[in-house]
């Protein structure tokens, strides 16, 4: 028999949302704040805050190895933590669930590790043009020290892959493909899915970047076949300083460590040093124990609802910002994929990003203007910036609104 | 007029205004009516770095001996903080630009209003000014 839980489905309501978040409810520049940088950071509900409060006046303790009823405590939820993020991204094992700081570190650990022992001189590694810079300076590194070449998928002017020359550029040649499954500064969504097939059928192992798509699209590891997934949990409304890398207990088990330190060890003596079984031969020294504990509380926070309501309100979101904007004279909406999460970029004729982000800011309404960690991106577009909003479940129409008024103010001031 | 007079002057402009609005407004105005540098000076050593918005500055010493300072942006709001630093800082002699303590922008509130981000921008700028003094100024000697 089915048992409803305290965290079963409730109504989705974007208002009483809304009061869940404390920093929602202040003044900027002397406006109602408009939070529209949520592919940036999201904001976080008070669970969350309360969750890391209640860390640190109850059960603070380093974990793993003290022999007291607090290490005990914070072990046990900082691993109950894994399992929710093993639950979150459909792992097998919560050993393929590896902390790390965030994508960035993730990407790092996974070139450093498996790519310097895998990859040789005259290998190939594959990503494509709509990459941040964490998924592009870290292969470079790698390249530069073996010899590796980088080669990359070009883009659309719509802002979509071009499959066509994707199917070229993979060859028996490709040993690592590393992809954004949605890009930050387009909000494109990558068919993820047929790139690790494909990837697959010539051999080479994948790496996707869900920093965008986590909160968004509820990846599934397994479905995907992904070889290596990372997510940051500041963008799943959890805290900062904290993420996850998924990997295939194959790969995990055969790669070197990243970091040496303590608790990634099994036994240490000065001739030889035995390192610990998964997932910990990937996490030297204390963690970020807080964090991690409170990202539980950000998962538990999401499955109050089910995932297509919140995915259908944000694609509303995005459907009605769009048609707004649209109707701007001289707004270009820059990243026109068929498939997008609710992030719209954008540039005006006669004014730029950077003036538009300041007098927005004015109005107490937070975009993110200029590159976006993505200059070849830019640069395959023949532009300088855009600005962005980005929606999450507790912006409202309203919010929209009052952003296409002050934009319309804006560049009236401006132009 | 000292550096010091004209800065006290864009201070006392400024509090006219009571709102950010207009103070915006004032420097949209002011970076509209900057001349706009001659193209062949928009070169990729006159960019200033740290800036999200491109800025050139390019500088000289007029027959007087002082230095003159012409600038530029691609962004609105940001050439009328070059024009405000263009007119403190231009047409003075190299040693009073390097002595000198530009309390203008902190007074008129816009280091605080601007984002980390700009504010570095804005920073940058400054510094490479009194850099391009020093420069002329050693040339001059």
Known sequence: METLSPTSIRPFDPLVVRADFPILHQQVNGKPLVYFDNAATAQKPKSVIQALTHYYETENANIHRGAHYLAAKATQDYEDTREAVRQFLNAASTDEIIFTRGVTEAVNLVAQTYGRQNLQAGDEVLISTMEHHSNIVPWQMLCEEKGVTLRIIPITDQGELEMDAFAKVLTERTKFVSIVHVSNALGTINPVKEIIAAAHRVGAVVFVDGAQAAVHLSPDVQALDADFYAFSAHKVYGPTGIGALYGKRRWLEAMPPYHGGGEMIKEVTFTKTTYNELPFKFEAGTPNIGDTIALKAAFDYLAQWDKQTIAAYETDLLQYATQALESIDGLQIIGTAKHKISVISFVVDGAHHSDIGTLLDNEGIAVRTGHHCTQPLMQRLGISGTTRASFALYNTRDEIDTFVKALHKTLKMLR | ?141
Not at chain 2, 15 to 28: G, P, Q
């Open chain 2, 1 to 141: 007029m000292s550096i010091t007079a004209i800065q006290d002057e864009i201070v006392e402009n400024f509090n006219l205004f009571d709102n950010w609005d207009d103070k915006y407004a004032y420097l949209i105005e002011l970076g509209k009516k900057l001349p706009p540098l001659d193209e062949k000076h928009k070169t990729e050593d006159k960019i200033i770095k740290g800036c999200q918005s491109k800025v050139w500055l390019h500088s000289y010493l007029n027959d007087e001996q002082k230095v003159i300072f012409e600038g530029d942006s691609d962004a609105m709001i940001v050439k009328g903080l070059v024009s405000l630093l263009i007119q403190a800082l231009s047409n003075q002699p190299a040693a009073e630009i390097l002595n000198t303590d530009l309390y203008f922008l902190d007074q008129i509130g816009m280091k605080q209003h601007l984002s980390m981000n700009r504010a570095n921008g804005l920073a940058a700028m400054i510094k490479q000014m009194k850099m391009y003094a020093l420069a002329l100024q050693q040339i001059h000697s």
